[in-house]
Every structure is written in C-alpha cells, then in structure tokens.
C-alpha cells in the first residue's frame, strides 16, 4: 500500500521519541527525572475546575464553530489589557495552539511554497508545514551566539519567490530566546515590504524573566493584514489538558478562509472552552509568582551547566526551555545509554535531543533541549545526572 510523500516528509517528536525507552526503564525500577516535555508542574488555577462543576446544563451541546462567545471575550479583553485592539471577529477557538497553526498553515500554503523559520525550532512545526507540501526555508543559528537569528540581511537574503511566511517564536520554543521591540519592528517591516503573513507563536508571552511589558507583534502599528496571532491556555495557565488555543488575526480574507476548517472540524470541546473562558478571570498576582519561579528554575539549570566542562548554553530570557551543546557525540545515542545502560542510585534523566529540532539532521547532533518545568530539587538532581551520565558516558564511548 501507498502512503503520502507528504507525511513521509514528518518526523517523529524528539521530545516523545523515547517513550518506549522511557517504560522500559521504568519497568526496570528507575526513577527517571522527565526535562524532555513541557509540562509545567505549576498548579491550574481553581477557576478552571469550579467553572466546570457549576456546569449544569442536560445536554452538552457542539460549540459554535468560531468559538464560545464567553470566551471568545475574555481573549478579547485580555489583549484589550496588553494594548491590542480587537473584536470577536478577530479570534478563533481552536484545538489548542498546535490546531491554530496546522489552520492557518493549511489556509497560506501550497505544494512548493516556503516558510522563513529560524532553526531550532518547535519541532512539530515541520508536521504542520510538511503536511501542507511546502517546506521551511531555515535561518542558520548557534549555541554559541544564543541562537540569535533576528538579523535584516539574514531574513532577506532567505526570501524568495517561494515564501510566503515568517514564522516567529516568541519567547522561543526550544531555545527561549526573547526578541526586543525594535528586532519585532524589523521583521515586520520585512514581512510588509515583501507581502508576507508574520505568523506569531506568543504562547509564551508571559514568561519572559525582565521588567519589560508584555509583548506582542499585534501592538506594532502596520501589521493588521499581515500578522497572525498564534496563542493558548496550555502554558499560559499550565493547562496543558484541556487543548484550547485560538488564532487571532485582523486580516478578514484570512480569518473567513480558516473558518472553513473550524466548521470542517465541527467544534471545540465546549466543556473546555467554558473552562478556558474562567481563567482569565485570573489576576496579575498569579502570573508574577508563575514567573518569579520558573526565573528560579532557570537560574538553577544554567547554573548548573555552567559547572559542566565543555557544555555550551547562553542564559535564556524567556519560556521555560533552553537548548545547550553537550561535550558529546551524539545526543540521540547518549539519550539511550542514559535510559538503558545508566543509572545513579537507580535515578536517570531524560531530556529532548537537538536534532529533531533542525530541518537537517545533521544539525544539533550534540544538542539538548531541556525544559524546566519541575522543581527545584528535582532539578539540581536532574543537573547532577547530566554531569555524571556525560562523564560516564565519554569514558566508555
């Protein structure tokens, strides 16, 4: 039997690649400190619960295509708050943010068009613009330099009569590099000159670890036909569960196009949304003290790298993600060794290895994303594993 050259062109998730490794472990009795997802240990915020015990309705009904009105305001109003302007036409409620890109990306692509993306990038990225026929067109960057890639001659000089997007990450996701204001004005102003959709994955947006406010490229004056929005109640309120993200756009012909797949996909979960809608009743307080420790995790992994020999890692500014080269071979085959062959007192670490996070596979072999996403002690435990299983793992390889 066939199979699509399209979902030939996928990878598997590096960050879910070694689960069966992972079980086995396990089963072997291992304790194994998880740094390979991005699930965040931080509480839900009540609101999220008690909106869904007072839901009282006998029958639970599809939601509207677009969205819950509810809720569809409180996004409203929360960016209203960050200095955007928008209306209720302006946003869609999607299956979380990993919807809202595979939607838009199916609504701005064809077989044979291009997507600026500065690697290493979320992996899933690839399966959302493979599976459309186009491709990512890369911007080169290095552990080095903090993977800094917002660079005028860089983005123009990848712009071709292929591309039709840039795609940003900000707060990045693997490597947690934040853009300033004036490196945002520079992009778009690119994607205007060029004609081109600014596709912006701000799912991040409140963790960004400086006094700065809140960021977003929807506040940059100029972008309304060109910049999308990509957003989600995953990160922003550790509810990863409960798949509701949303795409926000003040270009009407794109918004109408997208439509077509919200109503395709009949709706969202409407107990979700409810939910969803009840957390942004949350106050500022919770975010400041969301913030305030993930800064203290952060400061405590890079810390920590920074007492392993030959590690390289630049201190991120934002999310809750760093990536960093190891004095390794292979990061794919030390992640293995560490599941199959090492243990410290029957402790092991698992963390995401760099290459599914290129568009080559030669690149980021010996490069880690690490996401610091529990504890402080589990933490400084996790750290001490890398810096022995390294160790270890160079005497024997």
């Not at 960050?15 to 699930?39: C, D, E, S, W």
């Not at 012909?253 to 969202?268: D, F, G, I, N, P």
Request: a negative charge; proline letters at 5%.
């Amino acid at each position: 039997m066939k199979y699509s050259s399209k979902v030939q062109r996928c990878f598997q998730s590096p960050m879910r690649k070694f689960h069966p490794y992972a079980v086995a472990a396990a089963a072997a009795g291992k304790t194994i400190y998880h740094l390979n997802i991005g699930q965040p240990d931080v509480e839900t915020p009540p609101a999220f619960f008690e909106a869904i015990r007072k839901f009282h309705q006998p029958v639970l009904a599809y939601a509207p295509s677009p969205g819950l009105p509810e809720l569809i305001d409180a996004i409203v109003r929360y960016y209203k708050k960050i200095g955007v302007s928008i209306t209720a036409d302006d946003v869609l409620i999607t299956t979380g943010g990993s919807e809202a890109l595979q939607f838009v990306c199916n609504c701005i692509l064809d077989d044979g068009d291009e997507i600026i993306l500065a690697e290493p990038f979320y992996s899933n990225y690839n399966t959302f613009i493979s599976s459309t026929g186009a491709s990512i067109h890369p911007l080169h960057t290095s552990p080095a330099d903090g993977y800094f890639y917002a660079d005028r001659a860089k983005i123009e000089a990848a712009i071709n009569p292929h591309t039709r997007a840039i795609l940003i990450t900000n707060p990045g996701n693997p490597t947690g590099t934040v853009l300033t204001r004036d490196e945002m004005q520079m992009i778009l102003e690119i994607c205007v000159q060029h004609d081109l959709f600014l596709i912006a994955d701000e799912v991040y947006r409140e963790f960004v670890y400086s006094d700065e406010p809140l960021a977003s490229f929807a506040q940059l004056p100029g972008g309304e036909e060109h910049v999308v929005l990509i957003d989600s109640v995953s990160k922003r309120f550790s509810a990863c569960g409960a798949r509701v993200g949303c795409i926000v756009s003040r270009n009407r012909e794109l918004m109408a196009q997208a439509l077509k797949y919200c109503q395709a996909r009949l709706s969202v979960a409407t107990l979700d949304q409810i939910a969803a809608a009840a957390l942004y009743s949350v106050g500022p307080e919770y975010f400041e003290a969301v913030r305030a420790e993930y800064k203290r995790r952060r400061d405590t992994v890079v810390r920590k790298l920074a007492g392993i020999p030959g590690v390289v890692c630049q201190c991120p500014k934002g999310a809750f993600y760093l990536m960093a080269a190891l004095p390794i071979d292979d990061a794919e085959k030390f992640q293995r060794w560490l599941l199959e062959e090492f243990d410290d007192n029957g402790d092991t670490v698992m963390f995401a290895a760099g290459g599914g996070f290129y568009q080559s596979r030669e690149r980021g072999r010996n490069e880690i994303r690490i996401a610091y996403v529990k504890e402080q002690h589990a933490l400084e435990r996790a750290m001490d594993l890398l810096a022995l299983g390294i160790q270890q793992y160079n005497e024997t390889h």
